[in-house]
């Protein structure tokens, strides 16, 4: 009786000789192969092709989400390179919440923005960016140890948002002394009518460098 061939040890045989085939061609066209796509009988030739067209297929979309990420990225960078421009067109210190909050809706085509500061010198404690902040507030902010994507959950940031009634999905960005990893100083708020605009599935490398270049702008307001 003849043994059964181990497969393993036959594709092993197959490796470890290439030649095989150059010395056995005709097998090329004699094996007969069930074909996945149409289901008839194919040579080893048409499988292999089969096989490849498979593989071209897949790098063929793997380059284009690789392109629409990097053009996806690209915008992000303009705009964010747009928002860092306006920041350093404010005429001063004091100015600069509002050209933090408006330059972030003008470049990013953010609907809603906002923000507030406390720990701030005296002669800024009754502007808008210094006021209704409560200690849970606060409380709130030292907890956030990176950006907050995602849903609406009543948080009582968002309620600064001029149409606070409105927004359906938020972004809330703690505001931190350059290398701080504990009090925060300040809350940035980004709000949305649309639910599927800021999520929990979203990167936040861009909200993180937003944080960062905030944070440095906003910190000759502190006393």
């Given at each position: 009786?003849?043994?059964?061939?181990?497969?393993?040890?036959?594709?092993?045989?197959?490796?470890?000789?290439?030649?095989?085939?150059?010395?056995?061609?005709?097998?090329?066209?004699?094996?007969?192969?069930?074909?996945?796509?149409?289901?008839?009988?194919?040579?080893?030739?048409?499988?292999?092709?089969?096989?490849?067209?498979?593989?071209?297929?897949?790098?063929?979309?793997?380059?284009?989400?690789?392109?629409?990420?990097?053009?996806?990225?690209?915008?992000?960078?303009?705009?964010?390179?747009?928002?860092?421009?306006?920041?350093?067109?404010?005429?001063?210190?004091?100015?600069m919440?509002?050209?933090?909050?408006d330059?972030?809706?003008?470049?990013?085509?953010v609907p809603?923005?906002?923000?507030?500061?406390?720990?701030?010198?005296?002669?800024?404690?009754?502007?808008?960016f210094?006021?209704?902040?409560?200690?849970?507030?606060?409380?709130?902010?030292?907890?956030?140890?990176?950006?907050?994507?995602?849903?609406?959950?009543?948080?009582?940031?968002?309620?600064?948002?001029?149409?606070?009634?409105?927004?359906?999905s938020?972004?809330?960005?703690?505001?931190?002394?350059?290398?701080?990893?504990?009090?925060?100083?300040?809350?940035?708020?980004?709000?949305?009518?649309?639910?599927?605009?800021?999520?929990?599935?979203m990167?936040?490398?861009?909200?993180?460098?937003?944080?960062?270049?905030?944070?440095?702008?906003?910190?000759?307001?502190?006393?």
């Open positions: 009786m003849t043994a059964m061939l181990d497969s393993n040890i036959v594709a092993q045989y197959l490796t470890e000789h290439p030649q095989f085939f150059d010395e056995h061609a005709s097998l090329l066209s004699d094996i007969k192969l069930a074909s996945p796509l149409t289901g008839r009988a194919v040579s080893l030739q048409e499988r292999q092709m089969e096989v490849m067209r498979d593989k071209y297929k897949a790098l063929e979309l793997r380059m284009s989400d690789l392109k629409r990420l990097a053009t996806e990225n690209e915008a992000i960078a303009n705009k964010f390179h747009r928002w860092t421009q306006t920041l350093l067109e404010a005429e001063d210190i004091g100015s919440p509002h050209a933090v909050a330059g972030l809706k003008s470049a990013f085509d809603q923005a906002t923000l507030r500061l406390w720990n701030i010198e005296a002669i800024y404690g009754d502007e808008w210094a006021r209704g902040v409560t200690d849970d507030a606060r409380l709130f902010a030292n907890g956030l140890q990176a950006p907050y994507c995602g849903s609406n959950k009543d948080f009582e940031a968002v309620r600064w948002l001029d149409d606070a009634s409105a927004i359906s938020t972004v809330i960005i703690p505001l931190r002394k350059r290398g701080s990893k504990s009090a925060a100083f300040g809350l940035l708020i980004l709000g949305s009518a649309d639910p599927a605009r800021f999520t929990s599935l990167a936040t490398d861009f909200l993180v460098h937003i944080g960062e270049t905030a944070s440095t702008a906003l910190a000759p307001l502190l006393a």
